[in-house]
């Protein structure tokens, strides 16, 4: 009897689930709290609680993960230098100062159109090395010709060890703009995916769980885990893809909504007939849109840990995750007894890091540059959580919020504080922690609204239904105002939305949302089985997908019957006649497919290749396609049935 094992990390909890190849069925399922800053703890943790007679015969373990997503939502992730090489317009706001631009690129073709300045990239490298993580690289026209790009990213690699990313690696479309910021996030990405990826390696290797490893995509298909190593910015929305995918297979629906309630953020997404709805823009996270081929999706930065605070009676929810109170006060010891004696702030001192409930811990994260002012709030903040009052006494001066602010964009503080989770504690609808935690500190706070606790943590509650369902209607409604769909959510007119999808509810106490959500919407609502562990199951269940783009042209339109151009990923290639460079075409996109799917573990009968050809020629066009654009398709299923 054969076993796949499916493994997904967010940003609270790593989850766990073992399916039966032979008919689909799931035979255990496991949650563990996702550790910080090495991974490998609560992803042994999550292992070693499933049945050891099944990890014995485990010939898959696929992976998804939120880590990305979060990093790049709550602001946190790692320096990056970025390197444009050509005419980039700057009209666009970039996501990073450490920035240059240096002369090179090529044009439409492919043509070098001036050298490439490499001893301006060299003094850059040295002189910012100390102060990024990595680099990102993003060259005019590099679809065409990547030269110049790869020129640059070997120069890097050679002065710093430091990785480097290329645009044209992760994109063939056009869009200099969209293509830098892509090559900017995935190599922001790099060293937390990196972390988990090798962790999720280390820990099967040591087991000797001789599988298949994968990884989900943020299309809901599959990829080789080495692969996403290079590339995880397409891993960025593994999560979100991994709930879809995995509602879709726990209710048994082929078209539904999904509603996705991770400790960070909600995701919202759908599926009809069996296949994902995509974007057609490509991913936009945090603000930046992306040249990344993924679900079409809501996101908001409301999960089950996100911050509740309050200032002048006014209540707010996160955008940041912090760990609960009642999660803080199982994993440190004394933590209960700080939060009883902790003095409650003068309210003209209230802001998102001065709140009653709110503390701060290391999180283990290596520190690089810091002020003067950091470096003393860092060397007050232990390794047990500590209040603003007390840091203050430490340090013995006042204390910036900006400054807190700017050790937890660093990721070398986590803060600690009241979330919706500790509001369902409160009203006794989810116990999995220290409950006179969370009741204590919605005390704190319902005197700051002037509530009772329990009408405080029901206003939570609410807010985040509430939430959830603008999300979801938004996603729907594509087009419609904000503003109109929150006034009839507010009840400002004598109207209910009514949706003939139906909606499936994924995460941990999911079920405690129900009934609010009915109460916002008329539609069939489920939460099926293993709810809990949705994102887990979906990261086996995804397809392998591989779409190869590749363009012909005549290297010149004055004489167009000879001399063409084939742009493939990576390369530029040049053959004599049409037809030569239309079948080399189409060998090497089958190639790449092929490849791709081995590196899945799929092959032969398992895997369907596809071309679609499309041709452009103005009238009267007597000559080969001005342009041929090919797309070389392949799907890839591994069987498994529910």
Known sequence: MQYSLGIDAGGTYTDSVLIRDTDGVIVDSNKALTTYPDLLPGIKKVIDSLNPEYLKNIK?????????????????????????????????????????????????????????????????????????????????FSTRNPEHELKVKDRILELTGLPAVCGHELSQELGAYERAVTAFLNAQLIPITGQFIQAIIKEIKERGINSQLLMLKCDGSVVGIRDALKKPIETIFSGPAASLVGASYLSGLETCAVIDVGGTSTDISSICKGVPDLSNEGAVVGGWQTRVRAIRMETTATGGDSHIWSVGRELFLG???????????????????????????????????????????RSGYTAGELSKAESEVLDAIGEEPVSVYEIKALIRKDLHPQTLDSLIKKRLVQAIGFTPTDALHVLGEYTAWNEEASRIGAERLARLMRMTSHEFCTAVKRRVARNMTLHLLSYILQGVPYTAVEKILDGNYPAKFKLEVPVVLLGGPVRAHRKELEEFIDADIIVPEHAEVGNAVGALVGKGIKRVEILIRPASLISPDKDFLVFVPGSRLRFDAYAEALNAAIELGKELVTDYMRDCGLSGKQVEISIEKKTISPDGWNHPPMETNLLVMGVGMRELHA
């Not at 990305?68 to 992730?77: A, D």
């Not at 609960?324 to 802001?351: C, H, I, Q, W």
């Open 319 to 361: 955008p940041r995750r912090v760990i609960p109170l009642s999660v803080a006060a199982v994993k440190y010891p004394d933590f209960l007894n700080n939060l009883k004696r902790t003095p409650m702030p003068a309210r003209e001192d209230l802001g998102e890091n001065i709140q009653p409930t709110k503390f701060f811990v």
């Open 60 to 140: 898959l373990v696929s992976v998804s993960t939120t880590l990305s997503t979060n990093t790049i939502l709550e602001g946190t992730g790692f320096p990056v230098a970025l390197i444009l090489i050509g005419d980039h317009p700057l009209e666009k706001e970039l996501p990073t100062s450490h920035m240059i631009i240096v002369r090179g690129g090529h044009d439409h073709n492919g043509e070098e159109v001036s050298p490439l300045d490499l001893e301006v990239v060299e003094n850059f490298a040295l002189r910012i090395k100390d102060k990024v993580s990595a680099f990102a690289i993003s060259s005019y």
